[in-house]
């Protein structure tokens, strides 16, 4: 096949991601439930599983391996550049008001995971097809850890915000409860991806540089960039120059975490975080958000539905570990997180609704287990079963949510 005909029969796997995203889209807010959602949903659907099963010959001659590499890369590019806009709404000033609550909440909410994680590890070590040949249970129990620890901050903070929540106690609590939540599962997967790669010196590289890096970042990076954010605020605008020295640094930024051993994401998050709030975030929020939220996370998404085989999950023994790892893990999230905010004076309903918003995994999810199955961490019976939990916990947050607090939210007063 020629290189015109392999840009046609990609342009036209765009086209056919793109309808099916919106389609699933538009159905997922039909039925009260974040666009985000339905895009995921469509993502597994042109898999194997649902479009490659009814019409195997024809999803096969759409989607050829040939241009899998180029699917990957948008995958990843949107990837990066949505932690990248993930750090940028980052609110560490909200962070910093609260973390004494959110610290218990966000403890509880990983505490419990783990240990949950750790037991069903002496079991699902002894299952073929779930985690590599070789890995320790050391590996395998943080990894599954992280896995059900991690919050959909994302999607948390679009709830909250939409609902008017941003400034009561619960929006707060859930709000850095789940920051803390996914930098410490971020931080967890770097470990295991570190010392998965081989040898204590990798181990210590990617801690190492890592750890200066976030440092630097957090530390330093903001104050440089802070002229370059008084000029696009006195001038009013993100011009050309600047927004491509951004993305230079984000180029930078993300391949410097791949080159420490720790994965090119981190990168993105860590620059969003740097950049100086106020106009030039603003701006540059807007110009990428429809290109990523848009074009590039379809793409993900769908590359991930191309590796989610839900066929497998079939047989008897993979269809029960799907279901128990489940129900452990709504359990173990939920009730650690309601329980730490009980405990921390919140009253029932704004307990029970922490945990409701807490459990949710969503793309943060399918994020880590694509990076272990890209590294070998992981197979693909694992993959599929945590592609399950991450669309059923995402799917369960909203309509929870509604049932344990909507009756006792404040109706909004107009303005």
Known sequence: ??????????????????????????????????????????????????????????????????????????????????????GLEFNTRLFKQHARSAISVSLAGMLVPFIVAALLCLW???????????????????FLGAAIAITAFPMLARI???????????????????????AAAWLILALVLASFGGGISVLLTALVG???????????????????????????QLQWPP?????????LSAWSMDWVGLHAVFGGFLLGIAIPRGLMAELLRK????????LLLPMFFTYSGLNTRLDVLGSGNLLLITLII???????????????????????????????????????????????????????????????????TTLMASPLFQWVYGRHQPKKTAT
Do not use: H
Request: charged share 10%; with cysteine.
């Open 243 to 251: 927004f491509v020295f951004i993305m230079l640094l984000f180029v």
């Open 160 to 182: 909250i915000y939409e609902r008017g929540l941003a400034n009561t106690p619960l929006g707060t609590m859930a709000l850095a409860a789940g920051a803390i939540d996914d």
């Open 326 to 392: 489940l129900v452990c893990s709504i359990l173990a999230k939920f009730a650690a997180c309601w329980a730490a905010a009980r405990w921390n004076g919140a009253d029932n309903p704004t307990a029970l609704a922490v945990g409701a918003l807490m459990n949710a995994r969503g793309l943060m999810e399918l994020i880590i287990i694509n990076i272990a199955l890209n590294y070998g961490i992981i197979q693909q019976g694992l993959f599929s079963i945590m592609v399950v939990m991450a669309i059923v």
């Open 124 to 142: 699902l070590l002894e299952q073929p097809g779930l985690f590599a040949p070789g890995i320790s249970y050391f590996n395998a129990a943080l």
């Open 210 to 236: 890592g750890g200066l890096y976030a440092l630097l970042m957090l530390t330093k990076v903001r104050g440089w960039l802070q002229p370059l954010a008084d000029r696009v605020a006195q001038q009013q």
């Open 1 to 86: 096949m020629s290189l015109w005909q392999l840009i046609l029969l990609f342009v036209a796997q765009l086209a056919l991601i793109l309808m099916a995203a919106q389609l699933f889209g538009r159905l997922a807010r039909f039925v009260g439930q974040p666009k985000v959602v339905g895009e995921m949903i469509a993502g597994v659907a042109l898999g194997p599983s649902l479009f490659g099963w009814f019409l195997p010959a024809f999803q096969q001659s759409i989607f050829i391996p040939e241009t899998r590499s180029w699917l990957y890369f948008g995958a990843q590019l949107g990837v990066g550049l949505y932690m990248f806009l993930v």
């Open 287 to 294: 110009r990428l958000e429809r290109l990523t939220i848009l």
